[in-house]
C-alpha cells in the first residue's frame, strides 16, 4: 500500500517521494493480519522513495536503515539511506514474534524496567505484594522484595501492562506502543487472546516495553566499516571521530557531552555519553572482565586523574626540555540495533495468585503469559539542540617554560568487547546494560 501526503513531520514521509516524480511525498506501508483471528500481527512502514526525487531531508536511522552517503542503492533510492539486510532483519523479526527467550538462559542483556510490571501487578490486585496460592516462585520473591515505584529508568523509555488476556487489550497494547514509540508491540502470534466477551476470564498478561534510540547533538560521521575484535572476516559499521576522518564540527559540539571517566590502558577504558536534554547517560566499557563490572567501572573512575598524571609523567620523562602536555580523546562507536523478547514463563505462568478480596470469596488471577520486550539502537543519528561549547582536556608541567606541545591521544575504540550501560542521569544504577562480547548486535556493513 503506498500513500501520498502533503505532510512534513513523519521521518518516512520525509524520506519518501512520489513515484510520478512530483514534490508529493509518500510513504509505503505493509499489514498482516491473521487468518485465524483476523487480527494485525505485523505492520511497518517504509521510506517511499520510489524515483529520482531527493528529499532535503538530512538522513539519520531508522530500524532497518543506515544512514549514509548520498548515493544510489541497491533499490534506486537517491536520498541516502541504505537498506540493511532488509530481508534477513524480517526474518529475524518473524523469528522472534514465535521465539521469546527464557530470561534465565540470558546472560549478556540485563533489563531491570520488567520491575515496573510487578510493581503494576501490585497494584492491580491491590495488596502489599503478590501472593501466590502455593509456593512463591524465586523470581517473585525477588521482584517482591525490590518494589521500584517507576524509579528504575524514564517515563519515556518503557511501556508497561498488566490486564486480561483478551483481544481489545491486545489492540490497546499495540495502539500504545505505536503511539508512544513508532514501534510494533512484538507479541508473538502464538500467544492466544480470549474474545472480549469472555467474562470469566481470569488470566492476566504482563507486558513491557523497553525502547532507547540514543542520539546525540550532531551527527557524527560515519567511519570506514572493520571487524570486531581483531576478526576482520565480517565487517561492521562505526561512526565517530579519528584522527584519520575527523569530524571536526561534529566532535565540537558534542564534546560538552561527553566525559572520559577513564583511560588505564589501551584495553581498559570507559566513556559516558549524556543525552542532549542531559536526562540520560550512556556509557561504554572496553573490559576483558564482566564481573561486578559496574562498581569495578565507578571504582577506576574516581581514579581518572592519576591515570591521566602517570600518562603525562611517563610521556614528560621521554623529553629533556619543556614541553606542553596535551591529550587528545577520539572515539570509534559500532552501530547497535538490539531487538530481545524475553519471557518469565518458566516460572511464572500458570501460577495462581491472590486477590484483595481472597480471604472473603477466594477469588485468585492466573498469570497466563509474560513479555518483556528490550529495543535498543545506537547510531550517528543527531538531536538538534542549543549546545555550549566544550573544552579539550590539557595538562601541563607548570614549572617549564613551555617551548614545545606534545600530544597523546587516548583512542575510545569500541571495536573490541565492551559493556554497554544506559542510566537516568538522576540514578545511582543503571536500568539496562548489554554486553557486546562479538558482532551479535552490530550492524553489518553491506560493503
Known sequence: MSRRTFEHGLADIRRGA?????????????????????????????????????????????????????????????????????????????????????????????????QNVWDAFIKYLETDKVHFINSVPKTASEFNNAVSNGNIAPAKDYYVFVGKQVLNKKTEIDSEIRRKFGELSYIPSSFEFSSESSTSVNDLFLYSFTYNNF???????????????????????????????????????????????????????????????????????????????????????????????????NELRKYDHSVFIKINSFYKLPYINILKLLTYDKELAGKEVKTSKYNEDKSTYKIAKTLEVIKFILNNEKTDVDNPSGVYNAYQNTSFDMTENVYIDNLYYFDRPFVLFLKDTNKDRPYFSARIKDGKYLVKSEK
Open 215 to 313: 542520539k546525540f547533538p550532531k551527527q557524527y560521521k560515519k567511519l570506514k566499516a572493520s571487524g570486531f575484535n581483531g576478526d576482520n572476516s565480517v565487517k561492521y559499521n562505526y561512526f565517530g571521530y579519528t584522527p584519520e576522518t575527523k569530524n571536526q564540527n561534529a566532535f565540537d559540539v558534542n564534546k560538552s557531552y561527553i566525559e572520559n571517566l577513564f583511560y588505564a590502558a589501551a584495553d581498559d577504558y570507559a566513556v559516558k555519553f549524556v543525552s542532549p536534554d542531559r536526562k540520560e547517560e550512556m556509557i561504554l566499557y572496553v573490559t576483558n572482565s564482566f564481573d561486578n563490572i559496574y562498581n569495578e567501572m565507578m571504582q577506576k573512575s574516581s581514579q581518572r586523574n592519576t591515570y591521566e598524571n602517570n600518562q603525562v609523567n
Open 18 to 114: 512520489e513515484k510520478d516524480n512530483s514534490l508529493l511525498q509518500n510513504t509505503r506501508e505493509v499489514v498482516v493480519y491473521s487468518l485465524e483471528t483476523h487480527e494485525p500481527i505485523y505492520y511497518r512502514s517504509f521510506a517511499g522513495n520510489e524515483s529520482g526525487y531527493e528529499s532535503d531531508y538530512e538522513p539519520g536511522y531508522e530500524p532497518g536503515y543506515e544512514s549514509g552517503n548520498k548515493s544510489e542503492n541497491k533499490s534506486g533510492n537517491k536520498s541516502g539511506i541504505e537498506v540493511i539486510n532488509e530481508t534477513e532483519q524480517d526474518m529475524k523479526m518473524q523469528e522472534l514474534l514465535q521465539t521469546p527467550e527464557d530470561v534465565s538462559s540470558v546472560s549478556d542483556i540485563s533489563c531491570v524496567t520488567f
